[in-house]
């Protein structure tokens, strides 16, 4: 088992990427704790796991809210005793999100408020706790926008996805010296709801799937088993990395410097 005494915490996770990878952290041996705003989807998560023999408990949290991050990083120490995975997941991908002229202020508001407030806030109160336990993993869940922006227009998205590199970059340097590993994951397009609800039209999908060299949609379980390495002792000399799982589509369009 990979993750064999691992205590790991997934945001995001009634649902896509954070679903998958609870469900394979568990197989691998890791004590988790689910947070989600979704209660009824992160509680079928939890009794799947508890299913199959796994070791979860689930804990409600908006990870926009700080003090409800830091509750969730308390309660994973409580119950477990540690803290050595953090998996920063959690996102939205607004249906009202477009361009600079038709995104409201409030839709890029939130948009930032989960998926950049959220992962420095799993990161402001998480790092402490993995100090405590002699180091361990960060996993921030960015996208391959924030290396070549999007086909079709979601600006407060695809920025947000930017912030979340940027700020990815910066922890893994500050903290390479502590045991503390930071990794962004960057999934190309997904065949998941919060993808397939903004691509809502076949055309929207086809003007996707243009540009993914492997033509089709990458699958949540693909982006567990990446999420899995860099969360495992594997990858014990990797951090600071956009760690691209997206079909060959950077590597069509990104031009080396």
Same mark, same amino acid.
């Given at each position: ?22 469900? !394979? ?8 704790? !689910? ?10 998560? !939890? ?38 995975? &953090? ?31 959220? +992962? ?24 391959? +926008? ?18 979340? !590199? ?6 893994? +340097? &500050? ?69 691209? +799982? ?12």
């Amino acid at each position: 088992m990979r993750l064999k005494d691992k205590v790991a915490l997934i945001t995001g996770a009634s649902s896509g990427i954070g679903k998958e990878t609870a469900l !394979l952290f568990a197989k691998e041996g890791a004590s988790l704790v !689910l947070t989600d705003i979704d209660t009824d989807g992160g509680q079928a998560t !939890l009794k799947e796991i508890l299913d199959q023999g796994g070791k979860a408990s689930f804990f409600k949290a908006d990870v926009s809210k700080a003090a409800e991050c830091e509750a969730m990083v308390t309660f994973t120490e409580q119950t477990y005793g540690a803290l050595h995975i &953090i998996f920063n997941n959690a996102g939205i991908m607004h249906s009202d999100d477009g361009d600079a002229i038709g995104t409201e202020e409030e839709i890029f508001d939130l948009t930032y408020a989960i998926n950049v407030k959220g +992962v420095f806030f799993g990161c402001k109160y998480g790092i402490p706790a993995l100090r405590r336990a002699g180091g361990g993993s960060i996993i921030n869940t960015a996208s391959f +926008v924030a290396i070549l922006g999007a086909a079709t227009p979601q600006l407060a998205y695809t920025a947000s996805k930017g912030a979340v !590199l940027s700020m990815t970059r910066e922890l893994a +340097v &500050i903290h390479a010296r502590e045991n503390i590993r930071v990794n962004a994951l960057c999934p190309g397009p997904l065949r998941t709801e919060l993808l397939m609800k903004f691509l809502n039209t076949e055309e929207k999908k086809q003007r996707r799937l243009v540009h993914v060299p492997m033509g089709r949609f990458g699958e949540a379980r693909e982006m567990a088993q990446a999420a899995l390495f860099l969360a495992s002792d594997e990858s014990s000399y990797t951090t600071g990395t956009e760690f691209m +799982v997206d079909g060959g589509i950077t590597a069509a369009y990104v031009t080396p410097e």
